[in-house]
């Protein structure tokens, strides 16, 4: 019965290179240019072809008469607080119990911020026959309308 072999063709590794193929031919170079166009734009730069790498501009160039205007909203502002004295660490365990909370209603909101005040000042006999309070603090002189300004200010929430 004859043996019938089959050819194939196949990368020698019995050559000097061991199978390994040689790429040098190829330039390989990243999406923003050859090693030669890098090297040609640090010393003469082209700024038609200037590239911002991913960072958004802070202002325009003027077309009347080619200055930077600066435009200072488009300015990046990191609020950062401050964590002195916090002796929180970072780190949560998954082992902490789940903390069940009820949501928080108006009423509950009431109890904690007005109903103190209120109690005080019926207890201390501070109240007119209508109720009001005869020492008002300054949260109760507000209007409805400086009230609702006031709450919408910026930084209203922080303490």
Do not use: W
């Not at 030669?36 to 072809?49: G, H, M, R, S, V």
């Not at 202002?59 to 435009?71: A, C, M, N």
């Not at 005040?117 to 019926?122: A, L, N, P, S």
């Amino acid at each position: 019965m004859p043996f019938n072999l089959i050819l194939k063709r196949s990368i020698s590794t019995t050559a000097a290179n061991l199978g390994k193929k040689n790429f040098r031919k190829f330039q390989l170079f990243n999406k923003r240019g050859t090693r030669q166009f890098k090297k040609e734009q640090l010393e003469n730069p082209d700024l038609d072809l200037f590239h911002s790498k991913g960072v958004r501009s802070v202002g325009y160039t003027s077309r009347v008469d080619g200055s930077f205007k600066l435009i200072p909203e488009k300015i990046p502002e990191l609020i950062v607080p401050n964590l002195e004295g916090c002796e929180l660490k970072p780190y949560v365990s998954y082992r902490t119990p789940d903390i069940v909370q009820t949501e928080f209603t108006a009423e509950d909101l009431f109890n904690v911020v007005y109903a103190p005040k209120i109690t005080k000042d019926f207890e201390e006999g501070k109240l007119d026959d209508n109720g009001n309070p005869l020492e008002p603090s300054l949260e109760e002189k507000l209007t409805p309308e400086e009230a609702k300004q006031k709450a919408r200010q910026t930084g209203s929430d922080m303490l």
